[in-house]
């Protein structure tokens, strides 16, 4: 089908920006060059950007065609892309799980009421079950002095445990900022390294959905040793209703919020019987690298990531069904490529690595794969900077609010490049949404790499206080993970944009010509004994 005209335009532009750019000054970032990618990746014709589709197959080959224009090279093993297989999970229609209750009571429980099942292995049936036994929050975290599972085998067991982090206890972990072991897939990983055979989260009076169960998605490699092979969200209702005589709801919830926790055996035991229909998804990360110029830190990379997956076709809002992803992340991925320009034509003693995710809307899994099949050693990445959807479509701010900047000694970098540049440090402004644990990044740092979640502040320019904060809790409530989250909808003034990109920029650039590489603070939770 020939392409329209009115969805060339973003194209022509495309085309045009970058060589414009290079022409004036081979180190600036144009707000003409970022409108053009951004308009392109969240158009209509990349049909939402969504994994193992025909629009991933135009966006990669956008990606590189732009990364292949700017004078970067191919950086997965010679070529431009990585492919990442996932296991996904869809529902069997008309299967009915089983669920049934023995010891010390026996009893049915029905899904989508009493529990909510999903597959954690890579077979289409489940057949599982063990003992179950409360662990609290199930956190094994040492270097924060707690540990639900000291002294305690899992093996074979079910391990009912609470969402998030113990709230009351601010000394031990991060106050209000969620630490690593608030994540599901932090405690996921340890509980299958203790044995587990399955683990019921927590939920507090939450509907259940009664469809089917899916599956968790995840690396096809992921489920073929795996133990732990189901998951579920399982009401405070239900658990209280299997609590031993005399042991009240509130005084376990109360015993665990407190250091010292030992996990409760129910007395009963939980058996499961489910099925879900698995098959593999082939997807792709794009690689680029420009190599560094010094004969010892060209084999040290610098890694700057973003995102360029989205939600794809899916259900109308108000008559609109694709979900194009302008913010979130076509933002990032946008300032991605101009900096592959940039450095391409600046090269700098380490080697700057361009890595555009798949999946991460999926649980950055292609950072994921990045991390532990990729090209690079991690023991070779020094740090990585990762753009996802951050606020700088609405204007130029007076603020730099970085995310991890506590953790590592990239904190020192950013404090610097923001003193440059006029901007003054500010804290994370939504430390309860936990951002860090939610963007690529987060698998560089459980990897052992230094990491940054690349964001300005909330101070914007030539706006009232509070505006930004607005603008945020507006997008979020109405325009993220939707359809409009379009180019309209979205940018408000692209002067932000490219004070961002070149924030980044200059960080990076730091980074990439450091005498030492960057480290872990000491007592950070990211930090290796």
């Not at 199930?138 to 000291?150: E, K, N, T």
């Not at 299958?192 to 490699?221: D, H, I």
């Not at 926790?261 to 229909?277: I, K, W």
């Amino acid at each position: 089908m020939p392409i329209s005209p009115r969805r060339l335009v973003p194209l022509l532009l495309l085309l045009a920006s970058p060589v414009a750019a290079q022409k004036r000054d081979p180190l600036a970032i144009s707000a003409g060059e970022l409108e053009a990618h951004l308009r392109f990746l969240s158009s209509d014709l990349l049909e939402g950007r969504y994994p193992g589709s025909h629009g991933e197959a135009l966006t990669t080959a956008y990606l590189v065609a732009q990364l292949q224009a700017a004078g970067a090279q191919p950086g997965a093993n010679g070529t431009w892309l990585q492919e990442v297989r996932l296991l996904v999970h869809d529902p069997v229609a008309g299967a009915t799980p089983e669920i049934t209750v023995s010891g010390r009571q026996a009893r049915t429980l029905v899904h989508g009421q009493d529990l909510r099942l999903t597959n954690l292995s890579g077979q289409p049936e489940v057949r599982a079950g063990g003992e179950v036994l409360f662990a609290g929050y199930g956190i094994s975290a040492p270097v924060y002095g707690w540990d639900d599972l000291a002294g305690i085998d899992l093996t074979g067991k079910v391990v009912v445990a609470r969402l998030g982090e113990p709230s009351k206890d601010t000394t031990r972990f991060n106050g209000v900022r969620a630490s690593r072991f608030a994540w599901v897939s932090s405690r996921t990983t340890e509980l299958q390294r203790r044995g587990a055979v399955g683990v019921l989260w927590l939920t507090a009076n939450r509907r259940l959905s009664t469809a089917p169960p899916n599956g968790q998605r995840r690396l096809a490699g992921d489920a073929t040793a795996a133990t732990l092979v189901f998951s579920g969200n399982l009401p405070d209702t239900t658990l209280a209703s299997l609590l031993p005589e005399g042991v009240r709801l509130d005084d376990l919830l109360a015993a665990s919020e407190r250091p010292g926790f030992h996990p409760v055996p129910l007395g009963v035991r939980l058996d499961v019987r489910f099925q879900t229909q698995p098959r593999i998804v082939v997807t792709h990360n794009v690689v680029g690298v420009v190599p560094g110029t010094d004969a010892v830190r060209a084999a040290e990379h610098v890694v700057l990531s973003a995102h360029w997956d989205a939600y794809g076709i899916g259900a109308p809002v108000r008559g609109d069904s694709i979900y194009n992803g302008a913010l979130d992340d076509g933002s990032g991925t946008a300032a991605t490529l101009a900096l592959a320009r940039v450095f391409a034509a600046n090269p700098q003693p380490r080697s700057i690595t361009f890595l555009l995710t798949t999946a991460e809307e999926w649980g950055l899994l292609g950072a994921q794969a990045f991390v532990r099949e990729g090209p690079l050693p991690m023991d070779r990445v020094v740090a990585n900077l990762n753009m996802d959807d951050g606020i700088e479509l609405w204007g130029r701010k007076r603020d730099v609010a970085t995310l991890g900047v506590e953790l590592s000694s990239l904190g020192g970098t950013v404090a610097n490049v923001a003193k440059k540049l006029g901007l003054r440090l500010s804290p994370d402004p939504y430390p309860e949404e936990g951002f860090f644990l939610r963007q690529d990044g987060f698998a560089f740092a459980e990897a052992g790499v230094p990491a940054l979640y690349m964001a300005l502040g909330t101070d914007a320019v030539g706006q009232p206080q509070g505006w930004v904060d607005s603008r945020v809790k507006e997008y979020l409530e109405l325009h993220y993970h939707r359809p409009s989250d379009d180019y309209a909808t979205s940018v408000v003034d692209l002067a932000g944009a490219v004070q961002y990109a070149e924030y980044v920029r200059d960080v990076a650039t730091l980074v990439a010509r450091g005498a030492a590489r960057p480290t872990w603070r000491r007592g950070s939770e990211f930090a290796r004994p």
